[in-house]
C-alpha cells in the first residue's frame, strides 16, 4: 500500500476512543500496520477488522496506564508485534477528568490523573525508547496535550491541566536527550473538537458560546476529527524528519 506512512509501524494509544479510532484509521489509510491499544480489550475487535480490511496489519492489546505490570506488558506486546515501532502516539485519555477545585481534591486523585496522563505513558516510552536506540530507529513519538495545561487553566480541571502540562515537559526533555539518536518527540495540542456525529457538535458549540469560549475562537466554530489528521499525519511521517520538541496547535485560532 503506497502512502506517507506505508512501511511505518505505530502504536496508537487510546484507540478505543472516538478521537483514537479515527486516528488508527487515517494511519491505515496512510499504509501503516499498527498495534492498537485501550484499557479495554473487547473495544479494539471491530476496529482490528475495519482496518485489516484496508491491507494493513493490526495487533490490538488492552492496557491501563496506571497500572505497571500493564505498561510493561504494552512495551513488550508493541514491540514484538512487527519487531519494532516506528511511530509512538499517545492519544489515551481518562475516561473522564477528575473534576474539583485543587484544594477539594485528595492526593491520590491528583496522582491518579498523573498516571493516566504523564507517568504511566512516560514508563512505556522508558522502555521503548533504548529498543528503538539499540535498533536505529529514528522514530516520532506523539504526545496529545491541552490547553489547559499552558496558557488557558479550567476552572475544576486543575488536576488534568497539571498533568497534562507534565506531559508536555516530558515531551521537550525527551526531544533535547533522544534527539542525538535520531528520535523526534512532538506535541499535538487540539482546541474544541466534536467528536461525535453532528448533534453532538450543535450541543458543544451551543455550550462554546454560552460558556464565552466560542467568541475567542477565531472561525467560530468546533473542530472536527478528520481536521486534525492531517496534523498527526505529518508528525508520524518523514515530512516532519526535522521537526522537534514542538507543539503543534489545531484551534481553530484560538485567543
Not at 458549540?205 to 472561525?219: C, F, I, K, S, V
Request: aromatic share 8%; with cysteine.
Amino acid at each position: 500500500m503506497a502512502g506517507r506512512l506505508a512501511g511505518k509501524r505505530a502504536l496508537i494509544t487510546g484507540a478505543g476512543g472516538l478521537m483514537g479510532a479515527d486516528v488508527a484509521r487515517a494511519f491505515a489509510d496512510e499504509g501503516a500496520d499498527l498495534v492498537l491499544t485501550t484499557r479495554t480489550a473487547a473495544k479494539l475487535g471491530p476496529l482490528a477488522e475495519e482496518l485489516r480490511a484496508k491491507g494493513v496489519a493490526v495487533a490490538a492489546v488492552s492496557a491501563d496506564f496506571t497500572v505497571e505490570a500493564d505498561i510493561d506488558r504494552l512495551a513488550d506486546a508493541s514491540w514484538n508485534a512487527f519487531g519494532g515501532l516506528d511511530v509512538v502516539l499517545l492519544s489515551s485519555q481518562p475516561a473522564e477528568p477528575n473534576q474539583g477545585e485543587l484544594l477539594e481534591l485528595d492526593h491520590d486523585t491528583v496522582w491518579e490523573q498523573q498516571q493516566a496522563i504523564a507517568w504511566g505513558p512516560f514508563r512505556l516510552l522508558r522502555s521503548l525508547a533504548p529498543r528503538m536506540i539499540e535498533a536505529g530507529i529514528g522514530a516520532s513519538i506523539i504526545t496529545v496535550t491541552s490547553s489547559t495545561g499552558f496558557e488557558q487553566p479550567v476552572q475544576g480541571y486543575g488536576a488534568y491541566g497539571i498533568a497534562k502540562g507534565t506531559l508536555w515537559i516530558i515531551t521537550r526533555q525527551m526531544a533535547m536527550e533522544w534527539g542525538k539518536y535520531g528520535i523526534r518527540c512532538n506535541a499535538f495540542q487540539p482546541g474544541h473538537v466534536a467528536t461525535g456525529d453532528d448533534a453532538q457538535a450543535a450541543a458543544f458549540e451551543a455550550a462554546l458560546h454560552g460558556n464565552g469560549w466560542m467568541p475567542r475562537t477565531a472561525l467560530q466554530r468546533v473542530g472536527r476529527n478528520a481536521e486534525c489528521m492531517g496534523a498527526l499525519i505529518y508528525l508520524a511521517s518523514d515530512e516532519s524528519s526535522y521537526t522537534s520538541g514542538q507543539r503543534l496547535i489545531v484551534n481553530g485560532g484560538r485567543f
